[in-house]
């Protein structure tokens, strides 16, 4: 049990340091398919690093909404992160239903980032809340669903239940629902992080944007923590996904550790091979494709009720 | 009988043969011109009240001063240009409402003069602020409601590029309207070339606008040539030739690898920027400059190009092209790519032909707008596409892309040796209270200039219409009732020039 306990906090660690290598390492790979070197995979440890020898500028119009905002945000992802299981080790805070709270501490962070948005009183703000509230509560929807079609699968009512029981024998059996339940969850995770086809957070064009309107008014040390924030929400979504699709190694947690953050580093390349071979969607589709990725999932609790053995 | 006196392109007549007729004429004449006979307004200016025209009895009871409005058509089916002028005094009925293709040459006429166009639909400076109110204070187009929004851009932007206010009336994500507001460029230029030509003039219209060095030097050397009567030799025109399209082919994928660039489609964007670079040395291995400048001169060329530069830049044309070809299917098989193209900022053909868009735009809309074509008999056949959205006006470039590296690779191929510019010598004065008129089918679109000398030969007036004067409105046009979001990419397949307009 001590053992456990020590792999999951390593687990954490390695988590809450490596987080910023994952937009790194997306840029590496859509400079790679764009024929350009790009810029170095630790380029968010440098911006972090920079931002917090800045002091942070603040809108004579904003209140202490905005600047308790950021702070939230951080807060809030990173307690969100103590739920989720590391290398096969339960966290010692998870409880029967960790994962509504796992999914409203989510959105209590997004819930401050629009009302920071708004404080600004800037018309790309508003307009970045706006999107970010419809597409939101669409995503949300998303999540749930998949959430509930593991619980069927699973019968199990907390995170470190659905995610850790996965294992080839669910792949065997219900394979059609567990893809179409991945399937989702990959959407819902361009959705909440912000990348292409969803958004674009390389765009300097703010009549576009969606997460980064939002931002438009941070800076100094508010910006470098919503910037890590956003990098650790990533890794916890692309951890959950490689929980779900990456069948358990047996043996040592060590070993089984190592494994995940690996994978999960390749989910990453994943995530910038898929934004470098396609364009942005225009913004009527987005909505379509997050309710058909939650159109995806309650498909899989149809298939889950009905074949179930 | 037609009232207007028809000139060939880069052709020129004295001040006292300029064909002048009541207002009442002048309107009907202009009006069917443009409404039924397929005429394009090139230019539509005044001139102040010191011309010789001045001396006749005009309507004016008044001691006020007189103007000469002078208007210039392009009339593509007689493959001409038409020059018409009238006189005002302060006042006259605007023709904008009947005509909308005046639209932005009267807002001009009247910051400029002060000369009232009657019953304009939408009288405000186009450059300058109020003179009456601080400065970047205007009137506005608003709307009302409580789920209206109003979102403005601009003057700075994000990015490097011009600067320009654009405000947008909003429901949600919809837009109603767009308005544009310009003249942040502006730098006086016309009034800078009034007395030249000098050692200034080249340097001040290759910078009009920078993108278009080539095509500006083209007009006004075309214009020097004519009023001077200067042959240029034949390696002389294809050398310009080839400046002229290297200069489109540059232009034109640079836009392309901007358009991807907008839709995050990474791999079109990086690779069309790079392979502009290349195309601009292109033109550097001409002239020494990768914008043109300093290559085209009255006469002819300034720099030569010899056997082993041509066999190596026709090389390099070669393989642009080829890098070119992958690049833009790579973006143009990408359904996502298409998905955001398509229908986005359509202009139909009936809008484009009202407002008189030019260039690629008019192109993308339908109308047959080539000034290579409509001014002479050369059987050219302009690049159409019916669409009128992005995609249209993307697929306009990546055709006009194809033939003038086709045109490059002729030329470079054919050659030949002799002179490439003239040895007459420039007299120091042009001939007096002369108007000559010139227009070169740029990357844009067409530009016109038209020069008058005074009585000394100087120039007197210079008049400069760019093909961005005629299209900010279509891109204003474009956006009603499409997407805020999809504005970056409609503006990019626009790609409008702000000191080109401003001046």
Partial sequence: MENSLLVWLVGLLVALVGAPLLPG????????????????VFQLYYDIFRLCHKASVYSKTTTWVFRLASVVVCATTICAMLLLPFAGCASPLFFTGDLILFLYLMGTGRFFTVLAALDTGSSFEGMGASRECQFAVLAE????????????????LSLY????????????????ALLLVAAGF?????????RVPIDDPDTHLELTMIHEAMILDNSGVDLALIHYAASLKMWCLLLMEILLVCPRIPGSPWFALVGEVLCVLVGAVFVGVVESVIARFRFVKVPQIISAAMGASLLAIVLLSLFQK | MSPFLTLKNGGSCSMSALP???????????LQAVNQEQCRVSAFFALGNNCPQNTQ???????VEKSLLVEILLDPQQKCLRV?????CEKYPSLTAEAPAFH???????????ILPEGHPWLKPIRFADKNREPGVTDYFTMEGEAVHEVAVGPVHAGVIEPGHFRFQCMGEDVFSLEIELGYQHRGIEKMLVGGPDVRTTHILETAAGDTSVAAMLNYCGILEALCQIEVPARGVALRRIALELERIANHIGDLGALAGDVAFLPTSSFCGRIRGDFLNMTARLCGNRFGRGLVVPGGVRYELDKAGAEELLKKVQVGEKELQEALSLMFDEPTVLDRFENTGVVSTETARQIGLVGVAGRASGLAVDCRGDLSENGFVPAVEQGGDVLSRALVRRRELEASLAEVKGLLESLRGGESRSTAVLPTALPNDTLCVHLTEAWRGEICHVAITDGQGRFRRVKIVDPSFHNWFGLAMALRNQQISDFPICNKSFNLSYCGHDL
């Fill in chain 1, 25 to 40: 390492i997306i840029n590496k790979v859509k400079a790679f398919f764009a024929g350009r070197r790009g810029p170095s």
């Fill in chain 2, 104 to 114: 932005w040459f009267e807002r001009e006429l009247f910051e400029e003069t002060g």
């Fill in chain 1, 186 to 194: 990959f959407v819902v995770i361009l959705t909440e992080c912000c």
């Fill in chain 2, 57 to 63: 009895k005009g309507e004016c009871t008044k001691e």
């Fill in chain 2, 84 to 88: 018409l002028s009238t006189e005002v």
């Fill in chain 2, 20 to 30: 002048q007729c009541g207002m009442d004429e002048f309107r009907s004449a202009s």
């Fill in chain 1, 161 to 176: 239940g659905i995610l850790n029981q996965m294992d080839m024998r669910f792949w065997s059996l219900d394979g059609t």
């Fill in chain 1, 141 to 156: 929807g998303a999540l749930l669903a998949a959430f509930g079609a593991l619980i069927l699968l699973t019968k199990h």
